[in-house]
């Protein structure tokens, strides 16, 4: 197959770890015939820098007819004063907004040499294996109005989803617990809020179109316990903005470093916008030190979602496994045993054990 993809490096160590995912797809494509094609574009300070907007209108054009978009991280400290920078809409929220990716993938894999790096007992953690799905345009996130009153002495925020927003990021959970186990936690907070009660409806109604996804309620606080108690009772979690963004964070702690989680934004159609979970740690920035799995496991991820790759996908998630298994890692990961390695060389023994 052949695809076009945009590469978004971005700030800090952005456009290291994008050159580790690039070689490795480079090599993925090699192996199974595949061509793909790689744009390079501007986005955050890089953007800023070249063309004084974080979000250049080239950008989103490049990336509205991409089959697939890969994003580094953006933002640092030397961008915190510029004022285009401080509207976020104009930048990330921007070009996922523009792109209408309203459903985030986050799994939540524990790689068995990594276990030990949980704070968490190795009990607990090794073998958990969860999707978190989060929806991602609607909610307190996006609600208006959203402003103080009364001269500064009272504030509002709104929650407000409408019902095509729930099912279809509804029907998002389904659809990947039918790739997965088969098991599907929606959480809510139905027992207060009226956007929860209707969530919870709209899930009980999808169940009958998935006889064979076994679905559970939770609220979110109980949830929020569950998955430090007992993460291996989770598969996919599916829930709205608030509460994914808060759980996903929760569940990141459970497989040790934040270098190694990758993420995805995709709508229905496939198109889809994949980083790592990480933001671009400028205090390792250029020093060749960064985990570039988190980079290298979200294109695996691209290639899953987006181009329906799933044999490509898996040869990249273990052979990054076979990596950490056989010692390699990175200096993020603390692991007291192995052999610390570079960015760029820490991509070229997951190439070589593709
Ligand atoms: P953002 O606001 O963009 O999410 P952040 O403040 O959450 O950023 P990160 O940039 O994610 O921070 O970095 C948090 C810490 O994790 C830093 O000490 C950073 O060096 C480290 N870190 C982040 N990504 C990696 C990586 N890929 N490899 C090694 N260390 C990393
Ligand atoms: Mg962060």
Redesign the pocket.
């Given at each position: 197959m052949r695809k076009q993809i945009i590469m978004l490096p971005g700030d800090?160590?952005g456009r290291e770890?994008m050159e580790g995912a690039k070689a490795v797809l480079n090599a993925v494509a090699g192996e199974y015939h595949h061509e793909f094609i790689f744009h390079e574009h501007a986005i955050g300070g890089d953007a800023i820098d070249r063309y004084g907007i974080p979000l250049p209108e080239e950008t989103v054009k490049a990336c509205g007819s991409a089959d697939a978009v890969l994003l580094g991280?953006?933002?640092g400290p030397k961008w915190d004063d510029v004022e285009a920078a401080k509207r976020p809409e104009r930048g990330l929220l921007g070009i996922r907004k523009s792109l209408g990716l309203f459903a985030n993938l986050r799994p939540v894999t524990g790689f068995s040499s990594l276990v030990h790096s949980s704070p968490l007992k190795t009990e607990i953690v090794d073998g958990c294996d969860i999707l978190i799905v989060r929806e991602l345009t609607g909610g307190l996130y996006f609600g208006t109005p959203s402003e103080r009153r009364d001269g500064g002495n009272s504030v509002v925020d709104t929650l407000r989803y409408t019902r095509l927003e729930i099912e279809r990021i509804v029907e998002k959970g389904f659809e990947s617990a039918m790739m997965r186990n088969g098991r599907l936690t929606s959480v809510d907070k139905a027992n207060v809020l009226e956007s929860s009660r209707m969530w919870r409806e709209v899930v009980n109604e999808k169940a009958q179109h998935y006889p064979d996804v076994e679905v559970e309620h939770l609220l979110v606080d109980a949830a929020a316990m569950k998955l430090i108690t007992n993460p291996k009772q989770f598969d996919v979690i599916v829930t709205e903005n608030l509460f994914g963004d808060i759980l996903s964070d929760e569940a990141s702690v459970l497989t040790g470093?934040?270098?190694m989680l990758p993420s995805a934004s995709v709508r229905t159609d496939g198109v889809g916008l994949y980083e790592?979970v990480?933001?671009?740690?400028?205090?390792?920035a250029g020093q060749d030190?960064?985990?570039?799995l988190?980079m290298i496991l979200s294109s695996a991820m691209m290639l899953r979602h987006s181009f329906g790759m799933e044999d490509e996908a898996e040869e990249i998630e273990r052979a990054v496994n076979d990596t950490l298994e056989a010692g390699f890692h990175?200096?993020?990961l603390d692991l007291k045993k192995g052999r610390i390695v570079g960015t760029q060389e820490m991509a070229k023994k997951v190439i070589e054990n593709l």
């Amino acid at each position: 197959m052949r695809k076009q993809i945009i590469m978004l490096p971005g700030d800090g160590v952005g456009r290291e770890i994008m050159e580790g995912a690039k070689a490795v797809l480079n090599a993925v494509a090699g192996e199974y015939h595949h061509e793909f094609i790689f744009h390079e574009h501007a986005i955050g300070g890089d953007a800023i820098d070249r063309y004084g907007i974080p979000l250049p209108e080239e950008t989103v054009k490049a990336c509205g007819s991409a089959d697939a978009v890969l994003l580094g991280a953006v933002g640092g400290p030397k961008w915190d004063d510029v004022e285009a920078a401080k509207r976020p809409e104009r930048g990330l929220l921007g070009i996922r907004k523009s792109l209408g990716l309203f459903a985030n993938l986050r799994p939540v894999t524990g790689f068995s040499s990594l276990v030990h790096s949980s704070p968490l007992k190795t009990e607990i953690v090794d073998g958990c294996d969860i999707l978190i799905v989060r929806e991602l345009t609607g909610g307190l996130y996006f609600g208006t109005p959203s402003e103080r009153r009364d001269g500064g002495n009272s504030v509002v925020d709104t929650l407000r989803y409408t019902r095509l927003e729930i099912e279809r990021i509804v029907e998002k959970g389904f659809e990947s617990a039918m790739m997965r186990n088969g098991r599907l936690t929606s959480v809510d907070k139905a027992n207060v809020l009226e956007s929860s009660r209707m969530w919870r409806e709209v899930v009980n109604e999808k169940a009958q179109h998935y006889p064979d996804v076994e679905v559970e309620h939770l609220l979110v606080d109980a949830a929020a316990m569950k998955l430090i108690t007992n993460p291996k009772q989770f598969d996919v979690i599916v829930t709205e903005n608030l509460f994914g963004d808060i759980l996903s964070d929760e569940a990141s702690v459970l497989t040790g470093s934040l270098g190694m989680l990758p993420s995805a934004s995709v709508r229905t159609d496939g198109v889809g916008l994949y980083e790592p979970v990480h933001g671009s740690a400028p205090d390792i920035a250029g020093q060749d030190i960064a985990n570039p799995l988190g980079m290298i496991l979200s294109s695996a991820m691209m290639l899953r979602h987006s181009f329906g790759m799933e044999d490509e996908a898996e040869e990249i998630e273990r052979a990054v496994n076979d990596t950490l298994e056989a010692g390699f890692h990175t200096a993020d990961l603390d692991l007291k045993k192995g052999r610390i390695v570079g960015t760029q060389e820490m991509a070229k023994k997951v190439i070589e054990n593709l």
